[in-house]
């Protein structure tokens, strides 16, 4: 199958990496072929797979996208990868924990606060990622990141098992969410159980199983998600032939007021020409040519990512 450009909404079963399961398309043609937004082997759900030109734009994709997932977790064991297929470091009784301490605690997730980082993570310290270091028996570093959740909740409680749902920003470890709990009401958590229910700006509802995409390759083509509606919220405009090479050979493209009349965003209205506003420049044939970001001084953009080639 020849290289497609564009995204595939996968609903990842549990026991694969996310390396794992970007590694079957490859057998399919797709060499050239990422994903935005790790999972773990045990989750399962959303994972947004780039294909050719759409693999530029992972970093575009999370930026400032929510995700959202229900998790589960028992209470009473702590593992060293604060997950359950991890070894059992230590356990303790569970049995003074209620469901309304339980409920206080994940009400208190919500806001903006600093997370650890687990020690089996792909976030990596100089150059190793931390779960390499890990099972090397290495000493790995206390690293902490800030995360926002703006809701959490409790779906069921079953003690000693504990389920959840979290919106929360991009790059949030729900086994550290879990691991946390578990400190907090003094007998350690692990988390069994994870779905990715949405990762911005797809839901559960458009993803696609992964055995279905594998077993049904001649459908892939009419499964990959365009560029442009992978990034939904950023405006589009179309170049003429001279922007068009204007914009590969990396120059500024500055808007006359004639140019700018004739620009406008999806919904119709005027494309800001300000610092900061985004947008998707499409070449004549409505293929995406670049992102390029507003400049200031005057109406022009700057090239971000070319995505030509």
């Not at 950023?234 to 006359?256: H, R, S, Y």
């Not at 009349?261 to 040519?289: H, M, Y």
């Not at 970001?293 to 995505?307: D, F, I, Q, T």
Request: with cysteine; hydrophobic share 40%.
């Amino acid at each position: 199958m020849e290289q497609q450009h564009g995204l595939l909404v996968v609903d990842k079963p549990r026991g694969l990496s996310s390396a794992q399961c970007t590694n079957r398309f490859k057998r399919l043609g797709q060499k050239k072929i990422g994903h935005a937004g790790t999972l773990d082997p045990m989750a399962q759900g959303v994972l947004l797979v780039l294909l050719g030109h759409a693999t530029k734009i992972s970093g575009y994709l999370m930026a400032g996208g929510v995700k959202a997932y229900q998790g589960t977790v028992r209470l009473g064991q702590t593992t060293d990868t604060w997950d359950a297929d991890g070894q059992i470091t230590a356990e303790a009784p569970w049995d003074h924990v209620t469901a309304e301490a339980v409920a206080d605690v994940i009400a208190g997730w919500v806001g903006t606060s600093e997370q650890p980082v687990p020690p089996y993570s792909a976030a990596k310290h100089q150059g190793q990622p931390l779960y390499k270091l890990s099972r090397e028996g290495k000493e790995t570093p206390l690293k902490i990141k800030t995360i926002e959740i703006s809701r959490a909740e409790v779906l069921r409680v079953e003690l000693p098992y504990v389920t959840f749902r979290v919106i929360c920003s991009s790059g949030t470890y729900i086994r550290s969410l879990a691991h946390s709990l578990g400190t907090r009401l003094g007998c350690g958590a692990v988390l069994t159980e994870l779905i990715r229910e949405y990762s911005h700006p797809f839901g559960l509802d458009r993803a696609c199983p992964l055995d279905t995409l594998l077993a049904e390759p001649e459908t892939l083509p009419e499964r990959v998600i365009p560029v442009t509606a992978a990034l939904p919220h950023w405006p589009t405009i179309t170049v003429t032939g001279q922007e068009e090479a204007d914009t590969k050979n990396g120059k500024i493209l500055v808007w006359t007021e004639a140019r700018r009349a004739r620009s406008r965003a999806q919904d119709g209205t005027d494309i800001p020409c300000v610092p900061g506003a985004n947008a998707v420049l499409l070449s004549p044939d409505g293929q995406p040519l670049a992102l390029a970001e507003a400049v200031s001084g005057g109406p022009a953009w700057k090239v971000l990512r070319g995505l030509w080639n």
